[in-house]
């Protein structure tokens, strides 16, 4: 089955610097990569996703980047403020719906 | 409109007990899914409901878990009889088809399962 490892588990950042959080996928049939932003006692919510026939998609200050050869993706978030701290949970699927997650980066921008 | 509703958002229960949890999907989703974080780990994929019908279960951890739909509507998992290493944060979340695809999966804000 598909294995999604993600890299930093905790990330420490100046407020205004980039945040890059990385995950590797192992199924090379997973074709859908979402994000998701999980604020200390809220729910886990979709902040940007991305599919197999994109290499690069951006929203504001996030943007995320897929390279299907090496089987992994990336998370930036640019400009960074206080309220980007959170913990970010990378996923893959090729499955609807059946999400694999990475362990999630628990992330803290200091003012 | 509301979003996906989890009940109980916490539980204490002793090793040996029953808990059920509960899950109201957005109004419309056909698909339901439970997913579980265990101790800082990965949320971990449950199953998947497809209305009332059970689409992957491949994710249940053994015999002890039990996962409903009744009517498409909304979904029970019940524990039975729980153990320790069933505590840990359940979530529900629930999707659309739209156009033939799969819209994104909403979340609820999980039932934290501790067992004592």
């Known amino acids: 089955g598909e294995n999604v490892e993600q890299h930093p588990s905790t990330l420490s950042v100046q407020e205004g610097d980039s945040a890059v959080i990385k995950c590797t996928y192992s199924?090379?049939?997973?074709?859908?990569f979402p994000w998701y932003k999980q604020e200390l006692g809220k729910r886990p919510q979709l902040i940007i996703d991305?599919?197999?026939?994109?290499g690069e998609k951006k929203d504001q200050r996030i943007a995320v980047t897929l390279n299907k050869t090496a089987k992994h993706f990336s998370l930036h978030i640019t400009e960074t403020q206080p309220e980007d701290s959170a913990v970010y949970f990378c996923?893959?699927?090729?499955?609807?719906?059946?999400?694999?997650f990475g362990a999630g980066t628990q992330v803290v921008v200091t003012p | 409109e509301a979003g996906v509703t989890q009940f109980p958002s916490h539980s204490v229960i002793e090793k040996g007990q029953t808990v059920t949890l509960r899950c109201d999907p957005i109004?419309?989703?056909?698909?339901l899914y439970w997913y579980r974080r265990v101790m800082g780990k990965e949320i971990k994929f449950l199953l998947h409901?497809?209305?009332?019908?059970?689409?992957?279960e491949s994710g249940m951890p053994n015999n002890r878990f039990l996962a409903e739909r009744t009517g498409g509507t909304y979904s029970t998992l019940k524990v039975q009889p729980a153990e320790l290493e069933d505590s840990g944060v359940y979530f529900c979340?629930?999707?659309?088809?739209?156009?033939?695809?799969?819209?994104?999966?909403?979340f609820g804000q999980g039932t934290r399962l501790t067992v004592v």
């Open positions: 409901f497809v209305k009332e019908s059970k689409q992957d």
């Open positions: 996923a893959a699927s090729h499955l609807p719906g059946k999400l694999q």
């Open positions: 109004s419309g989703h056909d698909n």
């Open positions: 979340a629930s999707s659309q088809f739209f156009r033939g695809a799969y819209t994104e999966a909403f």
């Open positions: 991305i599919r197999s026939n994109v």
């Open positions: 199924d090379s049939a997973s074709n859908y």
